[in-house]
């Protein structure tokens, strides 16, 4: 299926084959436009953002459409896993940073097992791996530092030594996505510990200062487009890298 | 104004654990510099030098005006260097942050107070007209180090650029245009380029320093040097204290990289020159 550049503003046709159709990042269905001709009455959608539309079928005939585009400014959207450096602390909680145009909360009770007796103790200059629970693009927004279906941490909370690079916001969704062949394709030379912000920003550990290194120019060089994604290219890469 | 933020902590602590191994996050060796490279613009005088992922574009411009009352036979050289946001979100139009004034100032104490060009050949007229040379500095893009970068494309933009021929018989100034008389080159005594170190505490000064190592770092030495081995502007704003040594030390690694650099330009300005038509014949 040939994909089509859309601008911000452009409205987009609705397919009528599927029943039902799920709306994701860079599309919102408009109600305040100027009303068109009469005799329809579907709400227009209309795209936010400047990239190729894409589709995917899921299940029962939905069709669920996105725009994917390549930007590295990041919005801050509910239920994100972000990456955030803590620039602030006070009485109730900390200001953190996550590389959007607002600094975002994080309560200080916002963590698993935290209680008024015993609240965490971050530094300033801490890195932490957190989940957007609120975004509003009128509101700061908030994060916090636990699951909130489970209530346990769930791997996020501060991060300790390790590297992190700041990468596309389109590369960070490849990572998370099972099928890409990057990670597995490092994890056969290099052991690491990574966590994927989705906004823009990566962290991994590992045992020796030369593999961060490779893992950091890895990572930027895919990102540039001077390293296809490819098991031969990322090895070859890898090598070279740590030699 | 966007203020920067400070990277997290664990990047300080893993910069210093690499450095200590020897090891830079881009791979360099410590005294690597990054990839230059030269991108002629149509005009003469008009270059943008790209050092890794730092871009600065350079422009020289000339006009005739008349010359200071107590100096007529000098011309002018105006440098106009500001940085705005194109280069960082951190730089604000209207000049205020220390990092751009630091910059204004060594460019203009490495190319102006070092006489490079040569201003008494810029008199036309003496007392009448002097050429005045503008060259105008554009930030597009600060990955750290825009101090080297800038000082490469100004010298390189000098080094492109050609004004008018002129020629005065008796009180009458004829300005030839470019398609009756081929234009001249400047005047250039020397290529006074700039190189900055950067210092950790108890380690070993690194060559330009990418923006991350720049934050991070405990001070930055700037040097500014030519091909004939002369010392012409040396700036230490602040930092760690440095030996004799030390400084020694970077002054002898600056000589030779400054000679590799000369001789890049050199061959850019050469592969340009043949694929550009300045002669007429």
Known sequence: ?243 | MVREIDPPSIQKDFLLAALAEGKRLDGRLPLEQRKIEFVFGEELGNVECRLGKTAVLAQVSASIVKPREDRPYEGFLLINSEIGPMASSVYENGRSSDSEILITRLLEKSIRRTEAIDREALCILAGEKVWQLRLTLHFLSDSGNLLDCASLASMMALKHFRKADVEVIGDEVIIHSPEERAPVPLAIHHTPLCLTFAYFENLQPILDPTHLESTLCSGTLTVTMNAQREICVLSKAGGTPLSVEEIMGVVRVGVDKVRDMVKIMDEALERDRENRVVEVR
């Open chain 1, 1 to 243: 299926m040939a994909s089509t550049l859309v601008l911000p503003g452009d409205s987009i046709p609705l397919p009528s084959s599927s029943k039902s159709v799920v709306l994701g990042p860079g599309l919102a269905a408009s109600s305040s436009r100027i009303p068109a001709p009469s005799s329809d009455e579907v709400p227009s959608i209309i795209s936010n953002k400047l990239g190729l539309l894409s589709s995917a079928k899921g299940k029962e005939r939905s069709e669920q459409f996105w725009v994917e585009g390549k930007s590295k400014r990041y919005i801050p959207a509910q239920k994100d896993m972000v990456l955030g450096t803590v620039i602030a602390r006070h009485a109730e909680g900390f200001r953190v940073d996550l590389g959007s145009s607002q600094m975002a909360q994080l309560d200080a009770l916002a963590f698993e097992g935290a209680t008024k007796r015993s609240k965490p103790n971050l530094k300033v200059g801490t890195l932490v791996y957190a989940r957007v629970a609120l975004a509003n693009r009128d509101m700061e927004p908030e994060i916090e530092c636990f699951d909130p279906n489970t209530g346990k941490a769930e791997g996020f909370g501060e991060l300790k030594s390790g590297l992190v690079v700041s990468c596309s916001l389109q590369l960070c969704r490849h990572l998370l996505n099972p099928k890409f062949p990057l990670l597995p394709t490092l994890a056969a030379t290099i052991p690491f510990e990574i966590a994927v912000g989705l906004n823009g920003r990566v962290w991994f550990k590992t045992e020796t200062v030369s593999e961060s290194i490779a893992l950091k120019r890895v990572i930027e060089g895919i990102d540039s487009g001077d390293i296809k994604p490819e098991k031969g290219e990322v090895d070859s890469a890898v090598r070279e890298y740590l030699a």
